[in-house]
Each structure stands twice: as structure tokens, then as C-alpha cells.
């Protein structure tokens, strides 16, 4: 069972507007969620985290939002860039280790 | 420090033989994680270490899986008579335990068994 979702396999967004990535998750005992950025042939990269006490949090162009009652957070990126273009995995901590959606594929064009 | 090291960073190795990697972890960091990800899919926890103890093995480590951390510093992960099924990218990553700047990934190491 899947325990952490993420719905949209892909997504291609215009240079400079806003890309919004969204997460899905079950198991209302996380306490923490994260962002990372994976490029082929390369391990994933840490981008942002959100604790389960908070709603946002943010960190220059990288906003993460949670909201507990769904079980939903979502990653906005504005504006958006082609060095962007990546695949996108959220992740949330189960006690001591991290479970990781199946990601979304983010094209920037220009 | 540059990092997590993952060696080799690519694997191809016949059905049946047995194969190591090795992970170098951050030197501050406390414990280490691997996991295992396939074509589509996000990466999997294995399993993980806070200093040289072994604290979870996923179910998805068979027999046929050993990891170890002798002295709290770098991991080997050994797959024995691997099969066709083992194939994927290896990851470890580690941490000192704060997740406000996330596990620290390595660059993996990609098994392929023919």
C-alpha cells in the first residue's frame, strides 16, 4: 500500500510562471515531509522540509504547504526556471525513516 | 567533506554472483540509510544504521541481503546469488538526525544483473 501519493506523474510549465507540485499522504503519525529534486543518474537533492506543527514554510523561490485534515502538501516554485526541469519525489518520516512518493516529472520550457 | 561517496557508481554483474557496494557517509553524521530505487518508482528503504548498530531491515531485504557499518563509518551492502529482480540504483544516504536539511544522499550505484 501506498502510503505516500503522488497523483501526477508529470508536469510542464512556461519559464516564470509557477509550478505546483502536490503529495498525498495516509498515515497521519508523519511528523516531518520533504521536497527532493532528482536528476537522471544522480541521488536525489534536499530542497525543503515542513514539520507536522506547521502549515508553510519557505525558502526563496521553494514554498511548501501542509494541511493536515486532507493529509495534502503541495511545492510551489515561482517563478520557475529550465534548470528546474527534474523529477520532483515528496517524502514523509515514519519514525526513523523516510517514505517516498513514486515522483513528478517537472518540464520548464522556455 | 564532498559528501556522501557511493562505489562503483555503476554494477553489471551475471545472475547468480555476488556483488558489494560501498557507501561513505558525511563524517558528522550519525546514521546511515539505504534504499533502493527502480524505474518509476520513488527510492525504497532497506535498511539503516545509528553508528555501527543495524536499527530496521525492511522486508524487502531478503536473505540474500547483508549490510553492515563496522565502526560507524562507511556501509557495504552485499547482495549473494543476486538475480535478474535485483537490478535498480542503490542509494544511501545519511544524516546527523535533523531533518531541516533533509538525508544526504549519494549519487548510488546502478546494478545491473544480466
Known amino acids: 500500500d501506498q502510503q505516500v501519493k503522488q497523483n501526477s506523474p508529470s508536469l510542464s510549465v512556461q519559464e516564470g510562471r509557477i509550478s505546483i507540485l502536490n503529495c498525498d499522504y495516509t498515515?497521519?503519525?508523519?511528523?516531518?515531509f520533504l521536497w527532493y529534486k532528482k536528476y537522471p543518474a544522480e541521488g536525489p537533492t534536499f530542497l525543503i522540509s515542513i514539520s507536522s506543527i506547521k502549515d508553510k514554510n519557505e525558502d526563496g523561490r521553494f514554498t511548501v504547504f501542509l494541511n493536515k485534515s486532507a493529509k495534502h502538501l503541495s511545492l510551489h516554485i515561482v517563478p520557475s526556471q529550465p534548470g528546474d526541469s527534474a523529477v520532483y519525489f515528496c517524502?514523509?518520516?515514519?519514525?526513523?525513516?523516510?517514505?517516498f512518493g513514486t515522483g513528478t516529472r517537472l518540464q520548464v520550457f522556455p | 567533506d564532498t559528501g556522501v561517496s557511493q562505489d562503483p557508481r555503476h554494477k553489471i554483474t551475471k545472475r547468480g554472483q555476488n556483488v558489494t557496494f560501498r557507501c561513505d557517509p558525511i563524517?558528522?553524521?550519525?546514521?546511515l540509510y539505504w534504499y533502493r530505487q527502480t524505474l518509476g518508482q520513488g527510492p525504497e528503504f532497506l535498511t539503516y544504521?545509528?553508528?555501527?548498530?543495524?536499527?530496521?531491515k525492511s522486508r524487502l531485504l531478503s536473505d540474500r541481503f547483508s549490510a553492515e557499518r563496522p565502526k560507524g563509518s562507511f556501509s557495504t551492502l552485499e547482495i549473494q546469488r543476486t538475480e535478474q529482480g535485483d537490478s535498480a540504483m542503490y542509494l544511501c544516504?545519511?544524516?546527523?538526525?535533523?531533518?531541516?536539511?533533509?538525508?544526504?544522499f549519494g549519487s548510488g550505484t546502478r546494478l545491473t544483473v544480466v
Open positions: 517524502a514523509a518520516r515514519d519514525t526513523d525513516k523516510l517514505i
Open positions: 544504521f545509528q553508528n555501527e548498530a543495524q536499527l530496521e
Open positions: 563524517s558528522e553524521h550519525n546514521r
Open positions: 498515515n497521519s503519525m508523519f511528523d516531518y
Open positions: 544516504a545519511s544524516t546527523s538526525g535533523t531533518l531541516d536539511y533533509g538525508y544526504t
